[in-house]
């Protein structure tokens, strides 16, 4: 699978470009890196929190609960913020800016702020939210599922198709853990409480909002009109970069589905 290995010239035609990738082994670009971590699990990361709770676990393996769209483009989403949660990049008039190169612990996240760090020097410019978004939604999927099963948060169950071939799927490790995510925003928006870092809670529950997922827990509906406030108030004190990014990903969401129609 090629994970590291993506080009913006599928992004948007009118702002297309190429990433070159210097600084990536050619040997390593076509290596898959799921492979187990050794040692402790480390704590979930944004699009990892996202990842699981648009997920149904109730079969014993995964199953998307959200349409292609929410899933990608939330996810791509997730990704840019966790890098403005790390005060890595900024957004000003629309676009991503660069904060700092400094490292960041996880091998996925530094690929995607060493992408941002190329693409500033290839195209002397920041590229939108917009650009960066589809760009990362082209693969955002299966870069989180393999970085939750380097992590063992996540484990492939090999299968095969009824017809015949290879199937292989994807369940939690531990149920409870993937479950974490979905209560902890119930948590949040019903009694006003998170149980980690708030501003990563309460970005976690504004870009479930945005890419959709929201109506698609079975609680949402029975509370929908006070959850709806709540969540109004949540994204009115985001950070202004955290709020561009979760409201362009709410936008290129609606502009995918509609889109799609």
Not at 202 to 210: G, H, K, Q, R, S
Not at 220 to 246: C, I, S, T
Request: charged residues 20%; positive net charge; proline residues 5%.
């Amino acid at each position: 699978t090629e994970i590291y290995t993506l080009s913006l010239h599928d992004a948007l035609p009118s702002e297309r470009c190429k990433i070159d990738r210097p600084d990536f082994p050619p040997r390593l670009r076509k290596r898959s890196l799921v492979t187990r971590r050794i040692g402790p699990m480390p704590p979930l990361r944004l699009a990892d929190q996202l990842f699981l709770a648009a997920h149904d676990h109730d079969t014993g393996h995964l199953q998307a609960r959200l349409h292609k769209a929410g899933m990608e483009l939330g996810l791509a989403g997730a990704l840019l913020c966790e890098l403005a949660l790390e005060r890595r990049i900024d957004v000003q008039q629309g676009r991503i800016v660069l904060v700092s190169r400094a490292p960041v612990p996880d091998i996925l996240a530094q690929t995607v702020l060493g992408d941002i760090v190329t693409e500033l020097h290839v195209a002397k410019q920041p590229h939108t939210v917009r650009v960066w978004l589809v760009y990362l939604s082209h693969s955002s999927v299966t870069q989180v599922r393999n970085r939750l099963c380097f992590t063992g948060i996540v484990q492939e169950v090999p299968g095969r198709r009824w017809w015949g071939g290879v199937a292989n799927k994807y369940r939690a490790a531990d149920i409870n853990q993937a479950l974490g995510p979905e209560a902890a925003v119930h948590s949040l928006l019903t009694h006003g409480q998170a149980s980690n870092n708030s501003m990563a809670a309460m970005v976690f529950a504004t870009l479930a909002d945005a890419c959709g997922l929201l109506p698609k827990l079975t609680w949402w509906h029975e509370q929908k009109v006070g959850l709806r406030r709540r969540l109004g108030q949540l994204r009115d004190q985001l950070p202004h970069a955290l709020r561009e990014l979760v409201d362009q990903t709410e936008a290129a969401v609606g502009d995918a589905v509609v889109g799609s129609v």
